[in-house]
C-alpha cells in the first residue's frame, strides 16, 4: 500500500504513553492537528459502541441469500457505533450510527425510533437520527419485517433482531452521556487498493464526461471525521465505498468482514481498546458511501484479491482502510464550522414523477412499482454468484417465463421496467409488498459536510450523479456531499439508466425501474433547497409497521443434553503443553445452543493468563486471534470448537482457553456452566 513519506500511522490514543508514541512514529518538527487545542469548540459531542452480535448458530445469514449458509460461530463480535453532535448555538442534535450488519432494515429503524421516544422524547428523532450499515455480508439475518429479506432466513428472528436494536440504543445512550464540548476534523484523499469495479461493462455505459471523475473505474474517496473533546481524539468515522464481501458465501462464522477488522485494528490495536471493561473507549467507525459496483476482491472471483485467503483477505482489505484512515486523522487541519441541520421526509418510491431535469433524454419520466428482474438470480459473479439458473446481462426467456407462470406479472409493470426481465413483482404482492416502497430521505449538515442517505446500494455514478446535483443546489464543492447507502432502510440496487440498460446484477435488482436514480436525485435535491432557502420540508407519508405480522419458521432449541458420561463445560479434545507466537491452540468443550444465551456484551469464550496468583483475560471471542465455532455432534448434544491463534509478541508464561455456555432442559430451563482447559505455557520464541 502507498504511505506517506512525510507521516507514518501513530497510536495517539494511549494516555499514558501519548508524548513518547508521537516522538517514536512522527518526523521531528511534525505538528499534529488532530492533537493540537482547538481554537473554538462549535459542538457538544458524544461517541459510544455497544454489541449487536445476534444468533451464533443455526440462523441464515444476511446478504447471499445463500440458503445453507447459517451461522455456526463467531469470529469477531459486531458492533454499533454513533456519534452525536449537538450544535453549541441552536441545540440541534444529529446523530450517527454504524452497524456491523449488512443492512439497516426499516424495521430496525423504527424500532430504534420508537426506543429513542421513550428515553429522550422528541430530541433524537426520524429526522435527526442516521443509521447505516458497513453491509458485512457474515452476520445472522432476520431483522426485517419484509419478505424478501426474511425468506432464506426462514423468517423473522426475533433474537437477532433485539439483539440489533438493544445495541444500537444503548450506543447512543453512552454518546448521549458522553457529548462533551468539542470539535470535529475533516480530512479527505484516495484509497486505491481496496476496491475494484465488478460491473465496469455497465459503468461504460455513462456518458464519457461523467466517467471522467473515476479514472481508475473506482471511487477512491475516502472521508475522515475526527471527533475531539477539548482536543483529545475520542472517536473517528471513516466513509468509503467497498463491499464487504471479503468473507465468501461459504463462511459460517459471524465477522464484521473488511470494514469491522478496519473498526478493530484502529479501536483494539491502534487506541488499545478493551471492548467489554473500558468505560470511555476510542470509537472507530468505518462507513460505506456508494459501493454499489465496489467490490473487495480485486481478482473479481468471490474469496480473491489480493490472496485466495477469505480471512486475510478480509485483514488485508480491512488493514488498507484502516492505514489510511488514520494517516488522514493524523494529518487533518480542515476544523468543521458551521451549523448542525437536517432534513427528511418519506418518499413512495413506487410512484415518483420524475422531471426531465433529472434523466439522461431531457424527457419525463416515472419510476415503478418494485420489481426484481431474471439478472438477480445470477447474483453477482465476482462477489457472491447465484445457482447457476441465470448469468448477468443475458436474457433469460425460460426463467421470466417462469416468474410470469408463478407471479403473474402485469403487461403495464414489465413495460414500465422497460429492459428488464421481470421474475418478481416484488412491490404487487399480496397483502403487503414484499420490499418497503415508502422510503425515508434525508440530509444530515455537519458544519460544511453534507451527508445525503439512500435507502440501498448505490453504484459509485448514481452517487456522483447525486452528489453532483446537491452540490450545485447547496452551492458548495462536491467534495462537501458525500451520499451514504445502506441507511435507514433496504431496497436492494440503485443504478443510472445506463447502467440499468444492461441488465447487470445490479440493474436487475433495481427494484423502481430505470429512472429509479434520477428520481432519487429529484427527491433528495427538494431536501437540499430547502435547506439551502432555510425552509421545513413537508413530510406527508408515514412508512408502514409490520410489526405485528410476523412469522419464523426456523426451528428453536428444544433441548440440549450432553454425550453419554460427559458434563456440559467438560473438554473433549485438550490443548497440548506448550505453544510458541504464530501456533493455533485448539480445544473441544461438550456445549449447549448458543441461541439459550447470545452472551451479547459478553463472551462464548476467554483466553486467559496466569498473572501472579490470579488469571487474567488477555482475549475473547471478539478477537480477531479467536474462533468459536459450535457443531451439533448428534441430537440435542453439540460441541464448542474454540481455537486461538497465539499473535506475535505475547508474553511467555502459563495460559488457559475458558468457555462459557448454556444448556437448556426438556422443560425449558436454561443453566449456565463453564469449562476450563488443561495450563498450557507460552515459550518464548
Not at 403473474?408 to 420490499?435: F, N, R
Given at each position: 500500500m502507498r504511505r506517506s513519506t512525510r507521516l507514518a500511522c501513530i497510536n495517539r490514543f494511549a494516555l499514558t504513553t501519548a508524548l513518547a508514541?508521537?516522538?517514536?512514529?512522527?518526523?521531528?518538527?511534525?505538528?499534529?492537528?488532530?492533537?493540537?487545542?482547538?481554537?473554538?469548540?462549535?459542538?457538544?459531542?458524544?461517541?459510544?459502541?455497544?454489541?449487536?452480535?445476534?444468533?451464533?448458530?443455526?440462523?441464515?445469514?444476511?446478504?447471499?441469500?445463500?440458503?445453507?449458509?447459517?451461522?455456526?460461530?463467531?469470529?469477531?463480535?459486531?458492533?454499533?457505533?454513533?456519534?452525536?453532535?449537538?450544535?453549541?448555538?441552536?441545540?440541534?442534535?444529529?446523530?450517527?450510527v454504524i452497524t456491523d450488519t449488512g443492512l439497516v432494515t426499516q424495521a430496525i429503524h423504527q424500532a430504534v425510533l420508537k426506543r429513542l421516544a421513550t428515553r429522550y422524547g422528541a430530541l433524537y428523532n426520524e429526522q435527526n437520527v442516521l443509521i447505516s450499515a458497513t453491509h458485512t455480508h457474515a452476520g445472522p439475518g432476520g431483522y426485517s419485517h419484509y419478505a424478501l429479506y426474511n425468506i432464506t432466513i426462514l423468517g423473522f428472528q426475533a433474537k437477532t433482531f433485539n439483539a440489533i436494536v438493544d445495541g444500537i440504543v444503548e450506543a447512543i445512550d453512552k454518546a448521549h452521556l458522553s457529548k462533551a464540548p468539542g470539535d470535529i476534523l475533516l480530512n479527505q484523499g484516495e484509497l486505491t487498493t481496496a476496491?475494484?469495479?465488478?460491473?465496469?461493462?455497465?459503468?461504460?455505459?455513462?456518458?464519457?464526461?461523467?466517467?471522467?471523475?473515476?479514472?481508475?473505474?473506482?471511487?477512491?474517496?475516502?472521508?475522515?471525521?475526527?471527533?475531539?473533546?477539548?482536543?483529545?481524539?475520542?472517536?473517528?468515522?471513516?466513509?468509503?465505498?467497498?463491499?464487504?464481501?471479503?468473507?465468501?458465501?461459504?463462511?459460517?462464522?459471524?465477522?464484521?468482514?473488511?470494514?469491522?477488522?478496519?473498526?478493530?485494528?484502529?479501536?483494539?490495536?491502534?487506541?488499545?481498546?478493551?471492548?467489554?471493561?473500558?468505560?470511555?473507549?476510542?470509537?472507530?467507525?468505518?462507513?460505506?458511501?456508494?459501493?454499489?459496483?465496489?467490490?473487495?476482491?480485486?481478482?473479481?472471483?468471490?474469496?480473491?484479491?489480493?490472496?485466495?485467503?477469505?480471512?486475510?483477505?478480509?485483514?488485508?482489505?480491512g488493514q488498507r482502510q484502516a492505514d489510511k484512515a488514520l494517516q488522514l486523522s493524523a494529518q487533518s487541519s480542515t476544523t468543521l464550522q458551521g451549523?448542525?441541520?437536517?432534513?427528511?421526509?418519506?418518499?413512495?418510491?413506487?410512484?415518483?414523477?420524475?422531471?426531465?431535469?433529472?434523466?439522461?433524454?431531457?424527457?419525463?419520466?416515472?419510476?415503478?412499482?418494485?420489481?426484481?428482474?431474471?439478472?438477480?438470480?445470477?447474483?453477482?459473479?465476482?462477489?457472491?454468484?447465484?445457482?447457476?439458473?441465470?448469468?448477468?446481462?443475458?436474457?433469460?426467456?425460460?426463467?421470466?417465463?417462469?416468474?410470469g407462470l408463478v407471479f403473474?406479472?402485469?403487461?403495464?409493470?414489465?413495460?414500465?421496467?422497460?429492459?428488464?426481465?421481470?421474475?418478481?413483482?416484488?412491490?404487487?404482492?399480496?397483502?403487503?409488498?414484499?420490499?418497503?416502497e415508502v422510503l425515508p430521505l434525508q440530509l444530515v449538515r455537519l458544519g460544511s459536510l453534507y451527508l445525503a442517505t439512500l435507502p440501498g446500494e448505490p453504484t459509485i455514478m448514481s452517487g456522483y450523479r447525486i452528489r453532483r446535483q446537491l452540490a450545485r443546489t447547496?452551492?458548495?464543492?462536491?467534495?462537501?456531499?458525500?451520499?451514504?447507502?445502506?441507511?435507514?432502510?433496504?431496497?436492494?440496487?440503485?443504478?443510472?439508466?445506463?447502467?440499468?440498460?444492461?441488465?447487470?446484477?445490479?440493474?436487475?435488482?433495481?427494484?423502481?425501474?430505470?429512472?429509479?436514480?434520477?428520481?432519487?436525485?429529484?427527491?433528495?435535491?427538494?431536501?437540499?433547497?430547502?435547506?439551502?432557502?432555510?425552509?421545513p420540508s413537508i413530510n406527508a407519508l408515514q412508512a408502514r409497521d409490520l410489526s405485528n405480522n410476523q412469522l419464523n419458521f426456523q426451528t428453536g432449541v428444544v433441548m440440549d443434553l450432553p454425550a453419554f458420561g460427559k458434563r456440559f463445560g467438560q473438554v473433549l479434545k485438550d490443548v497440548a503443553a506448550s505453544y510458541a507466537p504464530g501456533d493455533t491452540v485448539s480445544v473441544r468443550f461438550q456445549t449447549g445452543h448458543p441461541k439459550n444465551n447470545l452472551h451479547r456484551n459478553g463472551s462464548f469464550l476467554e483466553v486467559q493468563r496466569l498473572v501472579g496468583s490470579s488469571w487474567q483475560a488477555v482475549a475473547d471471542d471478539g478477537d480477531w486471534a479467536t474462533r468459536y465455532r459450535w457443531v451439533r455432534t448428534f441430537g440435542a448434544e453439540s460441541a464448542a470448537d474454540i481455537s486461538w491463534a497465539i499473535p506475535a509478541g505475547t508474553p511467555p508464561g502459563s495460559y488457559r482457553i475458558v468457555h462459557y455456555g448454556d444448556a437448556k432442559n426438556l422443560i425449558g430451563n436454561i443453566t449456565p456452566f463453564t469449562g476450563t482447559s488443561s495450563v498450557f505455557q507460552v515459550r518464548a520464541n
Open positions: 508514541t508521537l516522538t517514536a512514529f512522527a518526523p521531528t518538527g511534525t505538528v499534529f492537528a488532530a492533537t493540537s487545542t482547538p481554537a473554538s469548540q462549535p459542538y457538544l459531542l458524544g461517541v459510544g459502541m455497544s454489541d449487536i452480535t445476534g444468533e451464533a448458530a443455526e440462523v441464515g445469514m444476511m446478504g447471499y441469500a445463500e440458503l445453507t449458509q447459517k451461522t455456526s460461530g463467531i469470529h469477531q463480535r459486531l458492533r454499533a457505533r454513533a456519534f452525536i453532535v449537538q450544535d453549541a448555538t441552536t441545540q440541534k442534535n444529529a446523530v450517527i476496491s475494484r469495479n465488478r460491473s465496469a461493462t455497465a459503468f461504460r455505459l455513462n456518458p464519457a464526461s461523467d466517467r471522467a471523475a473515476f479514472p481508475l473505474e473506482i471511487d477512491p474517496l475516502m472521508s475522515v471525521l475526527t471527533f475531539r473533546q477539548s482536543g483529545k481524539p475520542v472517536g473517528a468515522l471513516s466513509l468509503f465505498p467497498t463491499h464487504g464481501t471479503s468473507m465468501t458465501n461459504s463462511n459460517t462464522l459471524i465477522s464484521g468482514d473488511n470494514k469491522g477488522y478496519a473498526a478493530y485494528h484502529w479501536e483494539h490495536d491502534q487506541a488499545g481498546v478493551r471492548y467489554r471493561s473500558d468505560k470511555a473507549p476510542f470509537v472507530a467507525a468505518f462507513g460505506q458511501t456508494n459501493p454499489g459496483d465496489m467490490s473487495p476482491n480485486l481478482n473479481l472471483k468471490p474469496g480473491s484479491g489480493p490472496t485466495d485467503d477469505e480471512f486475510e483477505n478480509t485483514r488485508l482489505i451549523a448542525v441541520d437536517y432534513r427528511m421526509r418519506y418518499v413512495n418510491m413506487s410512484q415518483v414523477a420524475v422531471s426531465g431535469a433529472y434523466t439522461p433524454d431531457g424527457q419525463p419520466h416515472s419510476t415503478c412499482p418494485a420489481a426484481l428482474g431474471t439478472s438477480f438470480a445470477a447474483g453477482s459473479e465476482e462477489d457472491g454468484p447465484g445457482p447457476g439458473i441465470a448469468k448477468e446481462g443475458q436474457s433469460n426467456p425460460f426463467l421470466a417465463a417462469v416468474g403473474w406479472p402485469s403487461e403495464t409493470l414489465k413495460q414500465c421496467h422497460g429492459a428488464k426481465e421481470v421474475v418478481i413483482p416484488v412491490g404487487d404482492m399480496k397483502p403487503y409488498p414484499w420490499a418497503p447547496l452551492g458548495v464543492d462536491i467534495k462537501q456531499v458525500l451520499v451514504l447507502g445502506y441507511t435507514n432502510a433496504y431496497t436492494e440496487y440503485i443504478t443510472t439508466p445506463e447502467e440499468y440498460s444492461l441488465q447487470d446484477y445490479e440493474g436487475g435488482s433495481t427494484l423502481f425501474g430505470p429512472y429509479t436514480q434520477p428520481a432519487y436525485q429529484q427527491e433528495l435535491n427538494k431536501l437540499a433547497y430547502d435547506m439551502a432557502t432555510n425552509q
